[in-house]
């Protein structure tokens, strides 16, 4: 008797912890305010703590890295050897691509993003949870960045800015698929949505006119068509197949981006905001 | 201090420390350990699934504001780790450490798989990718390991508990 009645408690119990849960994320997709400054708060508490410890536990860290990866490591390091080697050439052939291709986006008659001002960027740490796509980096709100800012490496766009502290910043990278970016074919007048497949550095381009010449190995920047919370012109990556449906007039592309997203150290913030 | 949910908030406080400033640094695949679900299957073995659900729920709160994952996906992976360990724990007859392991690698599955799950549900298609399996793998496998420092912190957190259920058994 007192067991059915304890067992009909903890029914119960969780039916309401159940229901607590999915109240939460209706908040949390509606956007609550709360919920986005207990984050911040919480990040700006730890971020320094977890700063010290990497600093403290790094030794074992590398050891357990080492461990875990020795196997790959004498190969990565030969492959890191003939890889230097060709880097040192690849310089000069990518600083006059970097060149043709601000060239190419200044025909299209967009001023080029590199105008705008951005905030150079350390990156701190990882994922905490096992799912998810981010990563943090050393500067927040005291360095002008706020949320929805883009982020960029080098090479292109990597994510836009989720989360800010006084001193920290999280990144959600455009791979992890939680978010979409418009997308312009340079040099045609063909403009699509991207997402992340939540993988490797590979999006997925829907929404494009098929009656646009959009060709394999062509260059796709972001739109900034109004509302974008990107702006115009920011690299994404080359497309490396199309698939067209006649009867919808409508093509799918794959993108390739172009910035690695492995072992990144470094990203630049672009202090940019939508206009309105 | 003595009251148990004061004890097992001090254990859920410090497990979220150890998870951002150390547990992180240590992946394989690019997966670590998640000792905040452990703590949530260790409660539900100690205090049955009741207490596995409170507790769960608590502690994926905790690793839900260090995330970015919508909020209140953890706390149902916590939720459910909890509910299911405690569940299997009551179904077995005997306890054997082997079986305790199986049972927090068969939580802590639950747990990952329904966080999936339900993001999947809110639209986040790349949860259920092939990546799951291996998060699924050396969470499970992590979970058993650190199953049994977590069940001493949870009866540390709520001894009276502990001599209860084992005095029902």
Known sequence: ?276 | MDHPAVRYLIVIASAAFLQYTVVTQFRIAGVSADLLLVIAIAAGMIGGAERGAIVGFASGICLDLMVTTPFGLCAIAGLIAGVVSGLLEDATVHSARWLTMVIAFLASSAGMLSFAIAGTLLGRSDLLSGHLVTILGIVGVSSAALVFPALRACRWADPEDVLLRAAAR
Not at chain 1, 11 to 38: F, N, W, Y
């Open chain 1, 1 to 276: 008797m007192a067991s059915s009645r304890r067992r009909g408690r903890a029914r119960i119990t969780i039916s309401l912890l159940l229901l607590s849960a999915v109240l939460l994320l209706t908040l949390d997709s509606r956007g609550s305010g709360p919920v986005q400054s207990a984050r911040s708060a919480v990040l700006s508490v730890l971020s320094p703590l977890g700063s010290a410890a990497s600093t403290v536990v790094s030794p074992f860290r590398d050891a357990w890295n080492s461990a875990f990866d020795q196997g790959d490591l004498k190969k990565e390091n030969e492959t890191l050897r003939e890889e230097n080697d060709r880097l040192k050439g690849d310089v000069t052939a990518n600083s006059i691509a970097k060149e043709q291709l601000q060239q190419l986006l200044q025909l299209v008659g967009i001023p080029f993003v590199g105008d705008t001002p951005v905030v150079h960027t350390r990156v701190v740490s990882g994922a905490v949870g096992n799912f998810g796509d981010r990563l943090e980096i050393d500067k927040g709100s005291n360095a002008g960045i706020e949320r929805n800012m883009p982020v960029v490496t080098g090479e292109g766009l990597i994510g836009k800015v989720i989360e800010v502290s006084e001193n920290r910043s999280v990144v959600s990278l455009l791979s992890s698929g939680t978010y979409r970016v418009g997308f312009s074919v340079v040099g045609t007048a063909a403009i699509g949505i991207a997402q992340g497949s939540g993988g490797d550095g590979s999006l997925r381009g829907t929404n494009i006119d098929s009656r646009q010449a959009v060709t394999v190995g062509a260059i796709t920047a972001t739109s900034g068509l109004a509302g974008s919370p990107f702006p115009p012109n920011l690299p994404i990556g080359t497309v490396t197949a199309i698939r067209t449906n006649e009867a919808a007039l409508e093509s799918t592309v794959d993108i390739s981006m172009f910035a690695n997203l492995n072992n990144l150290i470094y990203a630049d913030v672009v202090l940019w905001k939508p206009a309105g």
